[in-house]
């Protein structure tokens, strides 16, 4: 019988900082354990300087972020994960931007400035005003550039204005966060449409030393079916943005959207609430525009069905996307493709569609098999395809070296968003592909730092150091692995799907404080001192999730860092005396214990069990220096 080998890893300091597992996941690691833990503590200021020092949107992601922080959430592998984005949401509204003082909010910023930069001054253009783009602005004016950002519409924000709907992000809260940056001293032109107003080749001749291009994907995709081109087809982020935009939708009553992720719930769940409202052109007028809007809303369409391939489990939207819209109206048909779009006289009238018996092959890759015969067909009057998004590069055409993916991205160097022309940039979806919001402000983030490195002729290299403190006194409290968690509540279905009113409410103060007791703390680890220890197995026996293990050392696979270390410490090499001796040998050697991080709920039962005190709980803590070189 072959006994049990077990791989292991020899902490480092991206191992602990892997242990925390939410800013790990977070693509600008914000430090949602430490906000979390703060609103738990009732210290809500504390909070907010976490939550907004590396993310000058962090209003904004308190409402709309995707919270890949939840998803990576410890508690997650236990329960549910911790309500991170709504948390987020408590604080920013007493301290943020939300206060009616944007500019207050840039002191929290923990994004790199210099007072010495000898480059201060020089022009950086940035094509978009969306998230990537504005991130970025918002560090390179705190290091000392001079930036213009150009923005076609009438009105900044980019997808947050024309692609959100307004029911999940307020339209003001937007103008707020970008009015912040703007406080900075960066130029925003609207209404200035790069390629017609101002072409690349321009912007160099007046001066611009750097041009960042972060235009994010405007266009949808279509669909390759009969009757694609029948009067009533549109795309979806079009449909999104001349109702963000307040202008004048026409739909009939019966309305099917293609698609099945989260852009496909805010094109159908915008269908169910109206049809359009006039809209006033002037930008200064955009808000009492939608005012008006929201004094005077008609019913939208009476039916609004969702086609798409995947079935109920494997449909990419949120749980919660799909939740709220059946709760609206909206009727899913999983696991249907579109055969054709059936159409009269030029004009849609319904939706033919097909069984599908699978939607990717054995590999994981997307290939889509259908059941021959046709399926029903869904009477519509309009057609909306929500299946992906592309670029409108038109504005690229004065400058042909500029290169693109197969794909139609702009061609980066994925580490510093360089193109293929030294002073241009490119980050967001443009460049990158459709991501998550918090990942566009990571992308504007990359982006600044590589123009500044290319305007200086320097490169930054960063360093880190790692710190364990025993604390005082480790107790977590009590009851705390027993509190479910609590989703923010929502106002009522009629009220959803009859206006624009935003649909998620904020936390009451006891409920925000009792979820943030739910938190695990993560950044309190288990330290083992290997000499103190005698083997007694307290620990293991004590532990209530049974992640601990002690192991003999014949039971671990001999890999070069444990090679090393035992070489180290111990000197002598335990793979050379593993082959003389016998891996069973090895078991008089030492023993190991072994810790599944997955498992663990920080309760500290195993170093209050420890009669040696080789066990403890510590807190764990890093520092960042940024030097250029």
């Not at 049990?4 to 900082?17: A, G, K, L, M, V």
């Not at 109206?274 to 006033?280: D, F, I, L, Q």
């Not at 249907?336 to 092959?361: H, M, W, Y």
Request: proline share 4%; net charge negative.
């Amino acid at each position: 019988m072959v006994s049990q080998r077990f791989n292991i890893e020899i902490p480092d300091i991206e191992y602990w900082q892997r242990q925390v597992k939410c800013q790990w996941g977070c693509p600008v690691r914000t430090d949602a354990r430490g906000y979390v833990i703060a609103i738990a503590e009732g210290r809500y200021l504390d909070a907010y300087k976490l939550a907004r020092g590396p993310n000058p949107f962090a209003s904004i992601c308190g409402r709309v972020c995707g919270a890949p922080c939840e998803v990576e959430c410890r508690r997650g592998s236990i329960d549910e994960p911790v309500t991170i984005r709504a948390l987020k949401r408590f604080v920013t509204e007493t301290y943020g931007v939300e206060t009616g003082n944007p500019a207050a909010t840039i002191q929290y910023s923990t994004a790199r400035r210099d007072a010495h930069n000898p480059k201060a001054g020089k022009k950086i253009a940035i094509i978009g005003s969306g998230v990537a783009g504005m991130t970025a602005a918002h560090d390179l004016a705190l290091l000392g550039y001079a930036v213009t950002v150009f923005e076609s519409e009438s009105i900044a924000g980019g997808m947050l204005t024309t692609g959100v709907p307004v029911y999940r992000l307020p339209r003001d809260l937007v103008q707020l966060e970008i009015e912040a940056i703007l406080s900075l001293g960066v130029e925003l032109r609207l209404n200035t449409t790069v390629g017609k107003d101002i072409t690349i080749s321009q912007m160099r001749e007046q001066g611009y030393e750097a041009i960042l291009i972060a235009t994010g994907l405007q266009r949808g995709r279509g669909l390759k079916i009969e009757g694609s081109d029948a009067e009533g087809v549109v795309s979806g982020i079009e449909f999104l943005k001349q109702v963000n935009l307040g202008k004048e939708v026409h739909i009939g009553e019966r309305v099917v959207v293609i698609g099945g992720g989260n852009v496909a719930f805010d094109v159908a769940r915008s269908a169910v609430r109206r049809k359009g409202v006039p809209y006033k052109a002037e930008a200064k007028d955009f808000y009492e525009a939608a005012d008006s809007s929201r004094m005077a809303l008609r019913t939208g369409a009476k039916e609004v069905h969702l086609v798409c391939l995947e079935s109920r489990d494997e449909m990419p939207a949120d749980e919660i996307e799909i939740k709220e819209g059946q709760e609206e109206g909206v009727q899913v048909h999983s696991s249907r493709g579109p055969l054709k779009i059936v159409a009269e006289n030029g004009k849609v009238k319904g939706l033919a569609t097909r069984k599908v018996i699978s939607v990717f092959d054995e590999t994981g890759r997307f290939n889509p098999v259908f059941a021959e015969e046709p399926g029903e067909i869904i009477p519509a009057d309009t057609v909306i395809l929500s299946i992906g998004q592309s670029a409108d590069h038109g504005y690229l055409k004065d400058i042909p070296e500029l290169q693109l993916t197969p794909g139609g991205l702009i061609q980066i160097n994925p580490e510093t968003k360089q193109t293929s022309v030294p002073y241009i940039f490119a980050s967001g979806d443009v460049a990158e592909g459709a991501k998550l919001f918090i990942n566009a402000v990571a992308s504007g983030q990359r982006a600044a730092v590589s123009i500044d490195e290319y305007l200086r002729g320097k490169q930054l290299t960063e360093e880190r150091k790692g710190f364990f403190e025993l604390p005082v006194l480790h107790q977590m409290p009590g009851g705390y692995v027993q509190l479910d968690r609590v989703n923010p509540p929502v106002i009522e279905v009629n009220e959803r799907a009859s206006s624009t009113r935003l649909i998620e409410k904020n936390f009451e103060e006891t409920v925000a404080c009792e979820q943030g007791v739910r938190c695990l703390k993560c950044h309190i680890d288990t330290i083992f001192d290997g000499e103190l220890c005698i083997l007694c197995n307290g620990c293991v026996d004590v532990c209530p999730t049974y992640c601990l293990a002690l192991v003999p050392l014949s039971s671990i696979n001999i890999q070069p860092a444990l090679r090393g270390m035992f070489s180290e410490r111990y000197g002598f090499d335990v793979l050379q005396l593993a082959e003389t001796t016998g891996f069973a040998k090895l078991k008089s050697v030492g023993s190991a214990m072994l810790k599944d991080e997955e498992l663990c709920i920080r309760c500290g039962y195993c170093a209050k069990r420890c009669p040696t005190g080789a066990v403890t709980m510590e807190h764990f803590s890093y520092q960042q220096q940024f030097m250029m070189v």
